[in-house]
C-alpha cells in the first residue's frame, strides 16, 4: 500500500498520545505501542508514505514523509514532529512541527503548523494556512526530550 514506518535510534523520549493527550517515555527502537493513558494504539515512529494512502485518519507521534509519487488522501492528517511532502497531501493537517512542501509537492486542504515552508514549484490547490507557535501544545514536550538528550 505503499506506507513505510521507521524508527529513529536515538535514546529514551517522551511522546503525547493523540487520541487522549497522556504523555509517556518510549524506547528508541519503538515503532507503537498502547497509550498507557488510555489503553488504545497510538503509532511512535516516523511514517514514510511512497504510493498512494486513501485512510480516514493518519495519526502518528512522529514525522509524516509523503515522497515523490506518494499520495496521502484522509479526513485527518496529525504529525507531531512534523510533515514533509513531496508528493501529493489531501486532507486536513495538524503538525507540531514544520510542515516542508517540496516543489514538485501538491497540497489540498487546510493546515496547522508551527512553521510552513513552501519550494517553488509547489503547488497548493486550496485550504487555509494556521501558522500558531505551538498548534499541538508541544513546546514543553520538546524542551523535555532536548534535555535528555544534552544531559549525561
Known amino acids: 500500500m505503499g506506507l513505510m514506518l521507521m524508527a529513529k535510534a536515538t535514546g529514551p523520549h517522551l511522546v503525547e498520545c493523540y487520541l487522549c493527550g497522556h504523555r509517556f517515555e518510549v524506547g528508541a527502537r519503538t515503532m507503537s505501542t498502547n497509550c498507557p493513558g488510555c489503553n488504545k494504539p497510538v503509532i511512535v515512529e516516523d511514517v514514510v ?37 513531496n508528493g501529493a497531501l489531501h486532507g486536513e493537517a495538524l503538525s507540531g512541527g ?14 496547522r503548523a508551527p512553521v510552513l515552508r513552501i519550494k517553488k514549484g509547489a503547488v ?15 513546546s ?10 544534552t544531559e549525561p
Open 49 to 85: 508514505v511512497k504510493g498512494y494512502k486513501p485512510v480516514k485518519r493518519l495519526q502518528t507521534c512522529g514525522r509524516l514523509v509523503i515522497q515523490r509519487g506518494g499520495r496521502v488522501v484522509a479526513e485527518r492528517i496529525e504529525a507531531h514532529k512534523g510533515i514533509e511532502c
Open 124 to 138: 497548493i490547490l486550496a485550504g487555509r494556512f494556521c501558522v500558531p507557535e505551538d498548534p499541538l501544545q508541544l
Open 140 to 149: 514543553d514536550l520538546h524542551e523535555q526530550n532536548a534535555r535528555r538528550l
Open 98 to 111: 514544520p510542515v516542508l512542501l517540496g516543489a514538485k509537492a501538491e497540497w489540498k486542504g487546510d493546515c
